[in-house]
């Protein structure tokens, strides 16, 4: 079972991505999943997170306002809308598969992850 980053690249500071990760199976349409990030020489951290059927969602506190996370059960995918983009959202975004149906912002908690696609902001 794969999943499947995509959408990264070098964007202006203000300009928007979208991310998309896609699984390979619908294995995961029952499961939390989410997106984190890795900068260099910074720990991962939880961007985003969103339940099995899309009714909770949640944010880190940088992103609220700017990103949003969605999902299409019917096509496997998990996508991230990246607004307003900064250069301190630059990192590698990865999304991961929950063992839980519900929300979770731990690492611990997420089980597969796929192998992530480069945002680069530049100012």
């Known amino acids: 079972v794969q999943l499947q980053a995509s959408g990264g690249g070098l964007v202006q500071a203000g300009g928007s991505l979208r991310l998309s990760c896609a699984a390979s199976?619908?294995?995961?349409?029952?499961?939390?999943m989410a997106w984190f990030r890795q900068a260099p020489g910074k720990e991962r951290e939880f961007v985003a997170g969103?339940?099995?059927?899309?009714?909770?969602?949640s944010y880190t506190d940088s992103a609220k306002g700017r990103f949003t996370i969605s999902r299409d059960r019917s096509k496997n995918t998990v996508y991230l809308q990246m607004n307003s983009l900064k250069p301190e959202d630059t990192a590698v975004y990865s999304c991961?598969?929950?063992?839980?149906?519900?929300?979770?912002?731990?690492?611990?908690?997420?089980?597969?992850w796929g192998q992530g696609t480069q945002v680069t902001v530049s100012s």
């Open positions: 969103i339940s099995w059927n899309g009714d909770n969602t």
């Open positions: 199976t619908r294995r995961f349409s029952n499961n939390g």
């Open positions: 991961a598969a929950s063992i839980y149906a519900s929300v979770t912002t731990s690492s611990t908690y997420y089980r597969y």
